[in-house]
């Protein structure tokens, strides 16, 4: 009977059973899957995983004023006209389409590579904001939005002092 326990099958079967109860020793399992997955490559590789396969994802910051919400978006490789922005119910949304094909012609070889990504960005406003009077440039890869505030949540603001119960 103590030979069964050594055996390969085995001890992956009492391990698989160890991982569905400890969902630390899942992660720990999957973490394992996604190294060795990485180091069977070629290197320069990266592993695909799923759903990020052609997605492109952009870098996102947003930090607020007292007078205006301040976004900037980095959209690498991208022309203005590939940029849509909407608002809707205070959801602010950025999506784009990125394209590119790069042929290289020489007498020995033929190369062509072609890249494409879409993306979609949804950010919740927090507090009413200036639809109207939102501002967005696009240099050198950076967006930048500035979205106003009302002028009465501006205002609106009153200190309260803190009494000693």
Not at 37 to 52: Q, S
Not at 61 to 66: K, L
Not at 85 to 112: A, C, H, M, P, W
Request: charged share 35%; net charge negative; glycine share 4%.
């Amino acid at each position: 009977m103590a030979d069964r326990n050594i055996t390969p099958w085995r001890r992956r079967r009492q391990e698989l059973a160890r991982q569905s109860r400890d969902p630390f020793m899942a992660l720990q399992s999957e973490m394992n899957r996604m190294f060795d997955e990485f180091m069977d490559r070629p290197f320069g590789m990266m592993p695909r995983m799923a759903g990020f396969d052609e997605e492109f994802w952009p870098t996102i910051d947003v930090y607020e004023t007292d007078k205006e919400i301040k976004l900037t978006a980095e959209l690498p490789g991208l022309d203005e006209k590939d940029i849509d922005i909407s608002v809707n119910n205070n959801i602010l949304t950025i999506s784009g389409k990125k394209e590119s094909e790069k042929v290289d012609e020489q007498s020995s070889y033929y190369r062509r590579e072609r890249s494409y990504g879409e993306f979609r960005r949804s950010i919740q406003l927090a507090g009413e904001v200036e639809i109207d009077k939102i501002d967005a440039t696009y240099d050198k890869g950076i967006l930048t939005l500035s979205i106003p505030k009302p002028v009465e949540s501006v205002t609106a603001t009153k200190k309260i002092k803190v009494k000693k119960a």
